[in-house]
């Protein structure tokens, strides 16, 4: 196997090339060979400088996450070469190009200057993981650019421009050319002015924050959860206050810290999840996915133009077609007016606003929709209606066109079939508010064509989505979970608990947002149609206390948020304590014979929201519906506020033990009764329980 790292002598100047795709990530391997190449430059004394280059497509862009969960991981032997690398009598150049973030910009750092290709990015994100930069960048970035600038770029993780970079002192130079050729010319100048080696780790101890340290300690305290933010600045305050050599300790031990914590743990899970939830089984590598250069969308409503502008804001021209022009005119002015209100935050300028509004065509007659190459019904969720529009699509289209639903809660391949191509048609489930929340949910039919397939989970990430594939089933991954979820809220409500305490459980896991004030903002009316129409086509349990809460308040129009009463009162979008409310569900619970209780507990309010929340996420691996579960972490934290500090519901199903979750379901089961099956484990969990085997490593064999 080729060595990831080589050395070149080319004139006077030696040339380390790192080569380790797809990023250049620094690995055991890695190392060792930087090492080796490394001493060769020192051996060769004859050289005057070293230029430090990558190949492919960015220079490195961190450490290996997947090292951190190996027993050999330690960053010792990188830092200690970094340092020899700085201590180096003889210029050493940093040439960086694409994303240089983590280890790739601490290697850099430890350079004596770096010179960049116009488009770099560079950052130390570590704290998207869990982690904070622990090759010695919380001591070499403050004495470059100062505590308080330091602290910004650690704390949020972004990653910077070369220009911001240049203005910082991050990087000393933008290059014309190719970063390789300017890195050598670079070093030929610093050998021929006998330029002093700048050190960055010698620089002037750095300036710390304006105010200290106290405020950066209480903002990054507010979220114990993520427990890097605050080590990180204790690291800086080390860099200001204590020697490189002190501070070096410090961050050693709390980067060690943190590469133990479940946070972190949690978060790697997610980077891998995410990444391996776009692979599809079994997709051999010569399906190609097609071009999508033109797409149209059916319904010009909120979805409808929410889904418009992830297209347009990606480039691609866009039809957005309605019925009536007031309909079409009034979707194409709320695109207008999500775009002005972008501008006004200044993340727009107002002529990107007129190049995005020039790509989108409004249009009425369904010919116009006849060159797109992927087409989107997003009208009113109504099967007849979609059936409708999708043959209508289907009448039109090109042949080789994609054409994709919207839908969230119907049957994708009634949906194919209408269209009269069922091989081009899939679903793509997209989360309101449609351009902006990232999860994407690819529904593929039982027709669904392998190369439709993969056309649309490569353009979902060139949109900026993070793509799950789902198979057919009443409300994909996400929204089947969420109905053990809802069913459980109405039989605790039923019960006595106030949503206050229920949300207050929920959001102390960490969800964005408890389910009754979700419920309140997505609308009442929203879900309870659902339920209705699922109660007339006989798909819910035969249990009438089932979702009556929502049927009840959909009675009563009290929708939530929109019509300032739901599980709660509004004061505007604040949600107040309804008397009201709690009334209409001990009434409730009375009239389904739900048993009164006050001794409910955040536990147990945990415990019967998301026990059975995961037990059907097993199902839903257990039928295929799901690839993984990473899958369904994905499609957890990505759409619906599952706390990314927990890894997803089945990642914390892991952690928690699935012995435990079935003992717990059946405790529930012995004291709630199962007449409705609600809390039956299913038979993967008690394969699973009954194993061992690990659900992380658990596939699907049939
Ligand atoms: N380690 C391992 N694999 C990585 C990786 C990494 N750091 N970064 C990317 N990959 C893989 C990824 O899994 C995918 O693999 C492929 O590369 C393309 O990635 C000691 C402790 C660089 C901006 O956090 O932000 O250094 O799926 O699909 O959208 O202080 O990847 O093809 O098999 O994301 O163009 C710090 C994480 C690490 C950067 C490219 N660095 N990566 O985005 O492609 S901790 C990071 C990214 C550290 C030190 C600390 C992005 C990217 P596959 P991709 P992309």
Redesign the pocket.
């Known amino acids: 196997m080729n060595s990831p790292v080589t050395f070149v002598q080319e004139g006077s100047i030696g040339l380390i090339r790192i080569d380790n795709r ?2 250049n ?2 690995s055991p391997r890695v190392v060792a060979a930087l090492e080796a190449s490394f001493a060769e430059f020192e051996e060769r004394g004859s050289l005057d400088a070293l230029v430090i280059y990558c190949a492919g ?2 220079f490195v ?8 969960d190996s027993s050999d991981f330690n ?1 010792q032997a ?1 830092n200690r070469l970094l340092a020899r690398i700085e201590a180096s009598e003889r210029p050493v150049v940093a040439a960086l190009h ?2 240089v ?4 910009l ?1 290697l850099a750092l430890a350079c004596h200057w770096r010179v960049a290709e116009p488009g770099t ?1 560079l950052g ?3 704290v ?2 869990g ?5 010695l ?1 919380t001591q070499r970035l403050p004495r470059l650019l100062g505590a308080g600038a330091a602290l910004g770029m650690m704390l949020s ?1 972004a ?1 910077a421009g070369v220009q911001q970079a240049l203005q910082d002192g991050l990087i000393d130079e933008v290059c014309e050319g190719e970063a390789r050729a300017a890195g050598k010319a670079s070093a030929q100048r610093l050998v021929a002015t006998r330029a002093a080696l700048r050190r960055t780790s010698a620089l002037a101890a750095p300036v710390p924050p304006d105010g200290g340290f106290a405020q950066y300690v209480t903002d990054a305290a507010r979220k114990p959860q993520y427990p890097a933010r605050v080590a990180i600045v204790r690291c800086v305050e080390a860099a200001v206050e204590r020697s490189f050599m002190d501070g070096e300790q410090v961050e050693a031990r709390e ?1 060690a810290t943190l590469l133990g914590s479940a946070t972190s743990k949690s978060l790697r899970h997610l ?2 999840s ?3 939830a ?2 599809i089984p079994g997709l051999s590598d010569s399906t190609a996915p097609q071009a999508v250069r033109r797409v149209g969308i059916v319904g010009a409503g909120t979805m409808g133009g929410g889904i418009a502008m992830n297209f347009v804001n990606a480039n691609i021209p866009t039809v957005l077609l309605d019925t009536t022009e007031a309909a079409l005119q009034r979707g194409l002015d709320l695109i207008r007016k999500n775009y002005m209100a972008s501008a006004a935050k200044g993340k727009l300028t107002a002529e990107q606003v007129e190049q995005r509004m020039g790509l989108l065509t409004g249009a009425l007659e369904y010919t116009a929709l006849a060159d797109c190459d992927l087409i989107i019904e997003a009208v009113f969720e109504d099967l007849e209606l979609k059936k409708q529009v999708c043959a209508r699509i289907g009448g039109v289209a090109k042949s080789g066109a994609i054409i994709a639903t919207n839908t969230s809660t119907l049957d994708v391949n009634v949906l194919a079939r209408a269209a009269g191509r069922p091989e081009r048609v899939l679903g793509m489930h997209f989360f309101s508010p449609a351009n902006v929340m990232r999860l994407l949910e690819v529904v593929r039919g039982d027709d669904t064509a392998p190369e439709v397939l993969a056309t649309v989970m490569k353009l979902a ?1 060139a949109i900026g989505k993070t793509p799950v594939v789902s198979g057919v089933c009443f409300g994909f991954i996400g929204n089947r979970m969420l109905e053990p979820y809802l069913r459980e809220m109405e039989f605790l409500l039923m019960e006595g608990a106030e949503p206050k305490q229920i949300d207050a459980a929920a959001e102390a896991l960490g969800m964005a947002m408890g389910p009754c004030r979700m419920i309140d903002m997505a609308g009442v009316d929203v879900g309870a149609k659902v339920v209705i129409e699922r109660g007339k086509a006989g798909e819910l349990p035969a249990d009438p206390a089932y979702r009556a809460v929502v049927r009840k308040l959909f009675e009563l129009g009290r929708y939530g948020q929109k019509t300032g009463a739901g599980h709660y009162r509004y004061d505007g979008r604040t949600p107040v304590h309804d008397p009201e409310f709690s009334a209409l569900a001990r009434a409730l619970g009375d009239m389904h014979g739900v048993a009164r209780r006050t001794d409910i507990s955040g536990e147990e309010i945990v415990e019967r929201l998301f026990y059975p929340l995961i037990n059907e996420g097993l199902r839903i691996l257990d039928e295929g519906i799901a690839y993984r579960p990473g899958d369904i972490d994905v499609v957890w934290t990505a759409g619906y506020g599952f706390p990314d500090h927990c890894g997803g519901p089945m990642f914390m199903a892991e952690q928690t033990g699935l012995t435990k979750i079935a003992q717990r379901l059946r405790h529930y089961a012995r004291v709630r009764g199962d007449a409705f099956g609600y809390w039956t484990p299913s038979s993967l969990l008690t394969r699973l329980a009954e194993t061992g085997e690990p659900l992380s490593k658990w596939t699907r064999t049939a």
């Open positions: 797809p990023v990530a620094v497509r960015t862009a961190g450490a290996d996450i997947a090292w951190f960053p990188y694409g994303t973030l983590g280890a790739g601490e990015k130390l994100p570590e998207k993981l982690l904070l930069p622990g090759s960048g993780g990653m980067f980077f891998f995410e990444r391996e776009a692979r990430k």
